[in-house]
């Protein structure tokens, strides 16, 4: 376990967006000390808020605690309260900030709120050395690309109805599949396509550079309905469809810009079959390949408190009477000065 | 076969068909995807790409004839516009010759918006000024139909932006002209609104002064 140097400044990262409640703690150098987590797994159907938020605030004193345990820091060397402060679902995002403000005035520490997707973004060029990438942020909730230019984190495509993990979840839970701990439907969905053979003719939408999903999702859950084809075959022509369109709008937006690297981040991140779709587009444009490894690429406490340290190093922090959540914060709205910097 | 420009999705390529000078517009596979679905995505672009160029023409607008369609291979073959792009163009003439081809440019937009086709790529290296004074559209790659009001905005926010960047000088005067050309074909009401909706994109995002 790594030792506790006081010299070290700390931050604390609260993460409470959606199903999970993280919270971690990383020193200011960039190391991740703990990263603990709980997440909501509902009896069934999709995340209920309140029910998630409940769940938030009944777990929330033990993950604290397992974060400071695990990184072997009390919580009075910390210097800095992350949390995240949007895009989500409010009575989430309120549980985890409540917490903060609490913790913050109790310790009298600066607070500072972050943008969720700034926050996978940077944590994801921290852990794979990505300088400046075209990043695919593809989750439950989100489906975006985006490439930093003036100042901003510029939103090139992104979906136009539901995010891509969502389309993948309610699929699966309409054909009966279940999600267990460690393999969600995702997982589920990924394990049976590799077994499908046959192609199954789906909606393709791609709109310019946006996407949407929610007639693919009508399309999938009809054609195992009328069988036509096995469920393998449809799960693997979900995938097929649904991952083409995320890396034709990634392509797109890798040859306008022309950046060194393609960063795949995200709960959809871990499967195998569209990090290899991407990786074939990145070696066609000479750009590198990252794939953030799944305990970063889901939402996590150690991408807020990393994204609140760079924020607070630009000498941005968040005053308690203007710390708010804002559940419709979106990416390019974040002024992000730290990335230019560096 | 030359290779005038590759994208993204498709390439051009300058060739001689039958003794005419012609366009083959190629969209190639892609790699990454599965040939079933890859096939049925280049047909189906290869399909609606020409379908667009022939609404245009019933709009009023010049667009180039269309000679050949290839579904199977994904190939279009179109005439080879003579004359220049209007990129080249606009810095490069009179002031009053200026405003008259901008003119020009918003009266033609107006007929296709009227027609309920979006461009979805207006930038000034997809016009070509013909010498007989003509503006020609190509690429309509992008193109969708749609009578709302946003992505008719969203049409005309791109050529503003490329009037900006390519032709900063004049933007602002050229810019102008287009909406009054516009305003001919669409009428000043719907005008109006789109003009309002401009504005509304603008604010959206970027480096907007007023916002900060």
Redesign the interface.
Known sequence: MPANNSAESYCLGIESTADDFGAAVVSFEGKVLSNANDTYMPKQGGIHPREAARHHAEVSEKVLAEAFEKASVKPKDINLVAFSQGPGLGPCLRTGATAARALASYLDVPLVGVNHCVGHIEIGKLVTGATDPVTLYVSGGNTIVSAFE??RY?IFGETLDIAMGNCLDVFARAVGLQQRRGAPFGAVVEELARKGKN?V?LP?VV??MDLSFSGLLTAAVQAFQLKKGSLEDVCFSLQ??AF?ML??VT??AL??TQKPEVLLTGGVAANKKLQ???Q??AD?HGARFCAVPLKLATDNGAMIAWAGILAYGSGLSTPVEKSFVNVKWRL??VYAPWVEGR | MVLLKKGAEASLYLETWHNRKVIMKRRLPKKYRIPELDLMIRSQRTMHEPHLIHNAKEAGVPTPTIFMVDVADANIIMEFVEGKQVKEVLDNVSAEERLSLCSLIGEMIGRLHKHGIIHGDLTTSNMILTPYGKVVFVDFGLSERSVEIEPKGVDLHLMKRTLQSSHYKHAKECFKAVMSGYAESVGTEEAKKVTAKIRDIEKRGRYVADRE
Request: aromatic share 8%; proline share 0%; charged share 35%.
């Open positions: 003036a100042g510029r192609f003719s393709y709109k310019g097929e469809v083409s890396t034709e392509e797109r040859a306008h290899s779709m991407l074939v587009i066609e390019e709205d």
